[in-house]
DNA sequence: TCAAAAGTGTTCACCGTACACCCATGG
DNA sequence: CCATGGGTGTACGGTGAACACTTTTGA
């Protein structure tokens, strides 16, 4: 009788799923930006325009689909906020406290994802009642969405100072200035720019353009691009970033 | 109508989670233990007992229950197989691949877990046909749990350089060269005797015990204990370990 | 007395950090 | 011509890495 199962309910019936809880799984997204005038890091956030916490600020996120895994419902809760696809994301970790949705047990992933302010869809944004909050000014969210951001301000700080995905917050053209103000409201403390070039420089994975940028001074200052592939290479040949 | 209903269930028709996919969220656990013999990094896997992939090897693992959090479900799976309670245990990360199960869909939560190799439960242990296996031969696992057990080594070299948790893998009493190759098994290379003797004890956390080790040389080594309260002290003061 | 592990210092290269002045330009 | 930000070099202390010999003692 069992042998002329399909292998998956024999499974089933074996392990004895059923007799398992189930629950919903969400995910829940930090979106970061750097505003280069304001020189600011920033996260986006949504605002609910229904009952009950109407008004309350909130991360944006979504439910787990049988379709897809984890990664690929953050990118698509990612792209309804944005716009975007290929956006630089990374799995922070599961929140998982009994209540911490009273509406129903529910388990949430929390994911941060970095993107270039300027490339979002301002018209999806405004859809959401989104609106981007300096770090320093984050109001309460609902749930333990609070938690999810200081521990993902926590993780960029590290892996900033440990893989160059700050570039992913920065136009394609850069100055040395918007990257070194990057590092400091990343890292929330100032760098020496003396010492903070050199170390770039150093790096050798930037690539020097012969434009400059005239915005912020009479003078102009220098653009500069990530060489990606440069620094690919480099890492596969044991090259470890490092600021 | 709707304002006579108690908020839960308000909410639960606003948002229409019930039109959200549910699933099975289980636990499994990459429970480290230090052979001080063999100074050998281990880590402990079960046997499944039953079909199919009966014979198989797996990571200990169970689901999350309605009244628990995952780093409740994660410390019940591991009393479960060692009967140790107060295990030092990390959240590793979820894997969801869709078909990651076939019996059905299951998000996994992995915890790594360090724990002193001798205080284990054996009876425990042998009821669930468990064994211990060298890093370096390390089966086949069913699922994705090869993927795991290869992130959880990843993030213990980080954090074992980081914190000091490598003495949750050590008995109370130790020597210097238990430590050392402790270490030189987790962060996989060789260490100069001389430099790291300097460098733990500028460390300036153990405690050098009148007694000695008498079982590995003529000449006796001596024994250690890690100042846990010193390293707190220290740590609120602004210290960090780094090795 | 000898084999086997324990214990112990020095040197050098490199890296992180502190620190201040001249340059170019538009208004 | 001057105010504003851009761009650059040096000196020092600390840390990581390389390296070898003496001590103890049980068999």
Redesign the interface.
């Known amino acids: 009788m069992l042998s002329e199962q399909p ?2 309910s ?3 019936t ?2 004895g ?1 059923e007799k ?6 969400a995910v829940d997204c930090i979106i970061f930006g750097f505003d280069l005038n304001e020189e600011e890091l920033k996260i986006l956030l949504v605002q609910r325009d ?3 916490q109407k008004g309350e600020w909130s991360l944006m996120g979504g ?9 690929e419902a953050a990118a698509r809760v990612l792209y309804q906020l944005t716009g975007l696809y290929d956006i630089y994301m990374e ?1 922070l ?2 929140f ?3 209540d911490r949705d ?6 949430s ?1 929390a994911y941060y994802a970095l993107i270039n302010i300027i490339d979002h869809n301002q018209e999806m944004v405004d859809h959401h009642s989104a609106q981007w909050f300096n770090l320093s000014e984050i109001p309460r969210l609902i749930f333990d969405h609070n938690k999810m951001v200081n521990s993902a301000i926590q993780r960029l700080q590290y892996k900033a100072s440990v893989q160059p995905i700050g570039f992913e917050l920065l136009p394609e053209k850069f100055t040395m200035r918007h990257l070194q103000k990057l590092y400091e409201a990343i890292l929330q403390r100032e760098l020496d720019k003396r010492n903070f070039t050199k170390k770039i420089n150093a790096l050798d994975i930037l690539i020097k353009l012969d434009e400059k940028d005239k915005e912020s001074s009479k003078k102009g200052s220098f653009l500069y691009t990530f060489d990606k592939e440069k620094y690919l290479q480099k890492r596969a040949e044991g090259f470890v970033f490092k600021i």
Chains 1, 2 share one sequence.
């Open positions: 292998i998956q024999i499974r089933k074996i392990q799923y398992e809880d189930k629950a919903y799984i229904f009952e009950p439910f787990l689909k049988k379709d897809e895994n984890l990664d799995q970790g599961v998982s406290e009994i009273p509406a129903d047990r529910t388990v992933i």
